[in-house]
């Protein structure tokens, strides 16, 4: 690849990474009342309908707890951007498939060490 090409596709998987950011911000403010307490009423509230609502809070602190986990892999692939690491494993050190990284631009592993 020319530098020119490199640069485009560092700007693009920069891009990319910084729209899933944004995404993932956006989908935890939107579910944060579903991971808050439970209340206990047991005037409006029957016993499994309390059970279905600290179902649906468990769920929801499930997939804030995968969000966090994302946002993660997220810095950690734009730490990797900055430092020029960015598309090469990190175990093994080869190049990651493109199309890899355009499924999942904050793949850190090559398919062989995934």
Known sequence: ??????AMEISKARAAL????????????LAAE??????LDQQSVGRLSRMD???????AQAQERKRQNDL????????RLKAGD???????????AQRRLEID?????CISCA
Do not use: F, H, N
Request: charged fraction near 30%.
């Open 1 to 6: 690849m020319t530098g020119k090409t490199v």
């Open 18 to 29: 910084e729209a899933a950011r944004t995404a993932i911000e956006r989908e935890s403010r």
């Open 34 to 39: 579903a991971r808050s307490t439970v209340e």
């Open 53 to 59: 609502a600290m179902q649906v809070q468990a769920m």
């Open 72 to 79: 993660v892999r997220i810095d950690m692939a734009l730490r």
């Open 86 to 96: 960015y598309g090469y494993c990190t175990e093994c050190g080869e190049e990651i």
């Open 105 to 109: 631009p904050m793949a850190e592993r």
